[in-house]
């Protein structure tokens, strides 16, 4: 047997599904090995970036890993920002390149890097394969790598003559260690704390999406009746349409949200971590207790230092602190319940006007949620277009709504969606992206329609980079350097074979976006959008905290 071929046996007996990628020569013997397996999948893309931020998105939606690969040069370097896309938001993914022979290179510098020097800061793990005897026990260690502590991504690097070694085809027993629980001495004390809070708080975090624990997280909302907030990647771990869900937080001290986070005494953090955009700031100054619930301690820093954590299995942690919970409380949340209204009637008070020119996004965000199921997938590419989502769109199922505020890379949008739409083809999928992002990876509608997939893609179109331009007004500059000429989409789109539409009139957003997804295949909706409002929702959002600084 060939080392390539116990590389693939060794992916299945990890349980991979799903090999996103593009071939080279280097990689041409482990391209042999993947082809006809009866159980994982192989799914060409355009460009190599793509297929690192599909294989996270895979693994988001079903707790599963996924390999991304490429060939040596140039198309490791492309790999680099969906590596870098995996490491800061804790997604495990294992990225496999190609290299020339290591034993006898008759080709001098010709695309020769040191890959895995250039992918050891930004993975968990980098190792090139030196022998064929080495590939069973590297994978099953780079599997347990992905999964220990904080999760995160592996390359492994196999030159093209040790793909092609021949070897004794012995694979290591693909059985891991279950993830630690937390001490009964720290669910104690964090079960005193709570009980004796005042104004306690939950913040849902990026790693409580993890598979079960929303379930956890509802059970003990609904049980103890603590109001809850979400960071941007911790949306649909609670029900948004709870009466205790305050809202979702943008940015350290703002909104109402962030009113209700500051005048909290206890903060119980699930799933935080400080890659993600940082959703609130400690202070020393203030008697603030925060709780840190995840599955590997707190990377603390100066604005983040909790005074108590529970570290492990956090479904588990969350059970064990709803079974503290006897039904008595000091606690008064009056006033996280009076801003979870408010934040309810800033989002209701112009989601149904469109304005008078290019459409306001508060109405696009309101005709789209209106348009899905509830529980629709909804993959966000990065832009001025995430702060109007993040906020006014409420998401009702775990899961269901895939945003990156770790790296922050635009061109995440559309190939999360074609992931989604690959293990979830029963659900609608759509993907909410800026005009700038999505030109950043559009060759992969050729993939999507390729698959025969069923997505539907809505375009905030405004012809340049939205929130530079909102960031160069607020400090003070004049708009330079942000404005474009966008293509038709509507002709881009069905020169790929897809659907193109364009909205001159807004009230038939809704209709467009039903027609798209009942009618299957892949869509584009064009929507030219008024960000002129970006200011005054940034205002109102820093009004909103004077009562708690008060």
């Not at 995440?412 to 293990?423: D, K, R």
């Amino acid at each position: 047997m060939k080392a390539a071929e116990l590389l693939v046996n060794a992916l299945e007996a990890e349980g991979v599904e799903y090999v996103f990628g593009l071939p080279g020569e280097e990689n041409l013997e482990f391209l042999e090995a993947l082809r006809g397996h009866p159980k994982i999948q192989t799914v060409l893309v355009r460009q190599e970036q793509a297929a690192g931020f599909m294989a996270a998105t895979y693994e988001r939606l079903t707790g599963k890993i996924a390999v991304a690969y490429s060939t040596l040069g140039a198309g490791a370097t492309n790999l680099v920002t969906s590596v870098a896309h995996a490491s800061l938001g804790g997604f495990p993914v294992l990225f496999i390149t190609g290299q020339k022979p290591i034993r006898e290179n008759r080709q001098g510098l010709y695309q020769l890097l040191d890959v895995t020097g250039l992918m050891r800061p930004i993975t968990k793990s980098a190792r090139t394969i030196e022998s064929g005897a080495e590939v069973a026990h590297m994978v099953h260690d780079a599997f347990r790598t992905m999964r220990e502590g904080r999760p995160g991504p592996v390359h492994l690097e196999l030159p093209q003559d040790i793909a092609a070694e021949e070897t004794d085809g012995h694979l290591s027993p693909a059985r891991h260690g279950a993830t630690p629980v937390a001490t009964e001495a720290s669910l104690d004390a964090a079960a005193e704390a709570i009980a004796n809070a005042k104004s306690p708080l939950i913040m849902l975090g990026a790693a409580a999406e993890r598979h079960g624990v929303p379930e956890a997280v509802r059970s003990l909302v609904a049980t103890t009746k603590i109001p809850f907030c979400s960071t941007w990647m911790g949306k649909g771990v609670g029900d948004e349409r709870s009466d205790e869900f305050v809202g979702t937080l943008t940015s350290p001290g703002l909104d109402y949200v962030g009113a209700a986070v500051l005048a909290a005494d206890l903060v119980l953090n699930v799933g935080h971590d400080i890659a993600e955009k940082a959703p609130f700031v400690m202070s020393r100054e203030r008697s603030q207790l925060v709780i840190h619930v995840n599955t590997f301690p707190a990377h603390g820093d100066a604005i983040y230092f909790p005074q108590l954590q529970v570290v492990g299995e956090v479904s588990h942690s969350l059970w064990r602190l709803e079974d503290r919970f006897h039904g008595t409380s000091r606690a008064d949340h009056t006033f996280s319940l009076e801003m979870a209204r408010k934040m309810r009637d800033s989002i209701e008070r112009s989601s149904d006007d469109p304005g008078t020119g290019p459409i306001r996004p508060q109405f696009v965000v309101a005709r789209v949620r209106e348009a899905l199921a509830d529980d629709a997938v909804v993959t966000l590419d990065n832009g001025v277009h995430k702060l109007w989502f993040t906020r006014n769109f409420p998401v009702y199922t775990p899961r269901t709504h895939i945003v990156d505020t770790a790296l922050g890379s635009m061109g995440t949008g559309l190939p999360a969606a074609i992931a989604a739409a690959l293990v979830e083809p029963d659900r609608q999928v759509v993907a909410v992206v800026g005009d700038g992002g999505f030109l950043m990876n559009v060759q992969e509608l050729e993939t999507a329609v390729r698959l025969r997939l069923n997505l539907a893609v809505v375009i905030l179109n405004d012809s340049g980079l939205g929130m530079i331009r909102m960031k160069q007004k607020a400090d003070g500059y004049q708009a330079f350097n942000v404005d474009f000429d966008n293509p038709d989409f509507s002709v881009l789109t069905q020169a790929f074979g897809g659907n193109g539409h364009r909205i001159l009139d807004p009230a038939t957003i809704t209709p467009t976006l039903r027609s798209a997804l009942n009618g299957g295949g892949v869509h584009v909706i064009d929507i030219p959008i008024d960000y002129s409002e970006n200011r005054a929702l940034v205002e109102e959002m820093r009004m909103a905290v004077s009562p708690a600084k008060g």
